[in-house]
C-alpha cells in the first residue's frame, strides 16, 4: 500500500523558475493538503482540498497554486520560485469522516532555490 | 502570531525513564488535539489525539494530558525507548476533522541509553 507518494524528494531551483511537486494518494481520501516546514517554525498549511474541484487556501498561501482535479492528485504549483520557497514541502491526505481525523503524510520534497 | 507553541525546542532523557513533551496553545476555539511523530528523511505519523471533551488519553507507551484551562497539553511516553528519539509535533484543530490543522514548533527528543 503505497499512501502518499510525493515527486520528486529533491529539487533545486533558481528564483524565477516554476516547478510542479506532485503529490498522489491511493487511500481514496477526499481531503488533501500541502506543509511547508521550516526550521522553527513547524508545518505551515499551504493549500488544501476537500473533494475534487475544491480547494482554499492556507495560512501561507502565496506565491503557491493548487488545483485538484481527481480524487488521488493533489500537485503544488510555484509559477515564479523564490528563495523564501526554499523549505521541505509535505503533502497530506485524510478521511472526511470518523476516526481520529489524522493526516497521512508523504515522505516530503525538499526545495531549495538560490 | 504562533497559535500553538512548543517552547522546548530539543530534550534529552535515558532510556528507561518517562518523557514529556509539552505543548501551549492561544486560541480558545481550538478543540481538538493531535501528536505527530517525525524521523529524519520522512513524513510525520500519527500517534495519539485528545478530544476537549477528555483531559486524558492513553495508548500503550504513550499518554496525552490537556489543561483546556491553562491551554496545555503534554505528552507522556513512559518507559522511554531509543527508538523513540524523534521530533515531536503537536497539533491542534476547532473539531475532529476540520480543515486546518495547526502545528507548533516541535520538540526533538533524543533518548539517551
Known amino acids: 500500500n503505497a499512501g502518499v507518494t510525493q515527486t520528486p524528494k529533491f529539487q533545486v531551483l533558481k528564483t524565477g523558475q516554476s516547478m510542479t511537486l506532485q503529490c498522489a494518494q491511493d487511500?481514496?481520501?477526499?481531503?488533501m493538503s500541502w506543509y511547508r516546514q521550516d526550521p522553527g517554525m513547524g508545518l505551515r498549511l499551504i493549500h488544501y482540498?476537500?473533494?475534487?474541484?475544491?480547494?482554499d487556501q492556507g495560512e501561507v498561501p502565496n506565491g503557491y497554486n493548487v488545483s485538484r482535479s481527481t480524487t488521488e492528485d493533489f500537485p503544488l504549483r510555484l509559477l515564479s520560485a523564490a528563495p523564501s520557497q526554499t523549505s521541505v514541502y509535505f503533502c497530506?491526505?485524510?478521511?472526511?469522516?470518523?476516526?481520529?481525523?489524522?493526516?497521512?503524510f508523504g515522505e516530503g520534497s525538499r526545495l531549495t532555490v538560490l | 502570531d504562533q497559535q500553538v507553541k512548543q517552547n522546548s525546542p530539543s530534550l534529552s532523557v535515558q532510556e528507561g525513564r518517562i518523557s514529556i513533551l509539552n505543548c501551549d496553545y492561544t486560541?480558545?476555539?481550538?478543540?481538538?488535539f493531535l501528536w505527530y511523530k517525525k524521523y529524519p528523511a520522512e513524513g510525520p505519523t500519527f500517534l495519539i489525539s485528545?478530544?476537549?471533551?477528555?483531559d486524558k488519553n492513553e495508548d500503550g507507551r504513550f499518554t496525552v494530558f490537556l489543561n483546556k484551562s491553562a491551554k496545555h497539553l503534554s505528552l507522556h511516553i513512559v518507559p522511554s525507548q531509543p527508538g523513540d528519539s524523534a521530533v515531536y509535533f503537536c497539533?491542534?484543530?476547532?473539531?475532529?476533522?476540520?480543515?486546518?490543522?495547526?502545528f507548533g514548533q516541535g520538540t526533538r527528543l533524543t533518548i539517551n541509553p
Open positions: 487511500m481514496n481520501h477526499e481531503y
Open positions: 497530506a491526505s485524510r478521511n472526511s469522516g470518523g476516526g481520529t481525523g489524522e493526516l497521512f
Open positions: 486560541n480558545s476555539m481550538f478543540d481538538y
Open positions: 482540498s476537500v473533494g475534487a474541484g475544491i480547494t
Open positions: 485528545i478530544s476537549s471533551i477528555k
Open positions: 497539533a491542534a484543530s476547532e473539531l475532529r476533522g476540520a480543515q486546518k490543522l495547526v
